[in-house]
């Protein structure tokens, strides 16, 4: 039942993309060898592929069936292929390069291997903040990638290096301060068409400054009805 219900959110989900390729789907896969779980992410790659991210696979589709992509993971001293776990995100940059964060951490697509990777350091070592629960990843109008989530914060860092460029840091004893006030419960990072760079969590909207680093806090307004309603926010978008 489950693998019949998959196949049927796929198909509306696909058939609004797919007709670029002049091709109707096959649906091969039937799932019996890899368990998606729940789709969480829906991804078009500029070559046309479709990335579907979900609790417990990575898949591609390329108008004809589905390929399982798996992460390289360090196991008892050992390289391993295993499946990511909990998908929350994924994002194509300016070069073409498709990153994916996780439950598990951040991944980078390597297309030699068509597998996903570890950012690493020059010397090879990977950071352990690339091993921890993100919620999301952008490219920021300066190249830079940002990356958010619980226990994370923001980190901003250099995807040629993997270098850390800044981390976000909250005074304790200023608990007033909008970055205090963020709590490092990061849900969603957007870049609007005027290039701002805004941030969602639990807390409220925030509006962010790279030059200086500082953040804006915005809270409902009570006596303005169009204020927003709420201050938990799970993502964002602009309109036309």
């Given at each position: 039942m489950y693998s019949k219900c998959m196949h049927l959110i796929l198909i509306i989900a696909l058939l609004a993309?797919?007709?670029?390729?002049?091709?109707?789907?096959?649906?091969?896969?039937?799932?019996?060898?890899?368990?998606?779980g729940e789709i969480r992410v829906i991804l078009q790659d500029r070559q046309g592929f479709i990335w579907l991210g979900?609790?417990?696979?990575?898949?591609?589709?390329?108008?004809?069936?589905?390929?399982?992509?798996?992460?390289?993971?360090?196991?008892?001293?050992?390289?391993?292929?295993?499946?990511?776990?909990?998908?929350?995100?994924m994002f194509e940059d300016s070069t073409g390069t498709l990153w994916i964060t996780s439950h598990k951490g951040l991944y980078r697509y390597d297309a030699?291997?068509?597998?996903?990777?570890?950012?690493?350091?020059?010397?090879?070592?990977?950071?352990?903040?690339?091993?921890?629960?993100m919620q999301d990843i952008q490219e920021l109008p300066t190249g830079e990638m940002m990356i958010?989530?619980?226990?994370?914060?923001?980190?901003?860092?250099?995807?040629?290096t993997s270098?850390?460029?800044?981390?976000?840091?909250?005074?304790?004893?200023?608990?007033?301060?909008?970055?205090?006030?963020?709590?490092?419960?990061?849900?969603?990072?957007?870049?609007?068409?005027?290039?701002?760079?805004?941030?969602?969590?639990n807390k409220g909207l925030n509006l962010?400054?790279?030059?200086?680093?500082g953040m804006t806090l915005f809270v409902p307004n009570p006596d303005n009805p169009n204020s927003k309603a709420d201050n938990a926010l799970l993502s964002l978008a602009e309109d036309k």
């Open positions: 993309i797919v007709p670029a390729y002049g091709v109707m789907p096959s649906f091969e896969t039937k799932f019996e060898d890899i368990s998606p979900g609790r417990g696979a990575v898949l591609r589709y390329d108008a004809y069936k589905f390929r399982n992509i798996q992460s390289i993971e360090q196991r008892g001293g050992v390289a391993k292929a295993v499946n990511p776990y909990y998908i929350t995100d030699d291997q068509e597998m996903l990777v570890r950012p690493k350091n020059e010397d090879g070592s990977i950071n352990p903040l690339f091993e921890i629960a958010g989530g619980d226990g994370l914060g923001l980190v901003i860092f250099d995807r040629k270098a850390i460029i800044w981390r976000q840091q909250t005074d304790q004893a200023d608990t007033n301060s909008a970055l205090a006030v963020l709590e490092r419960t990061i849900q969603r990072i957007f870049i609007d068409s005027k290039q701002r760079i805004w941030v969602a969590n962010f400054d790279r030059k200086t680093t």
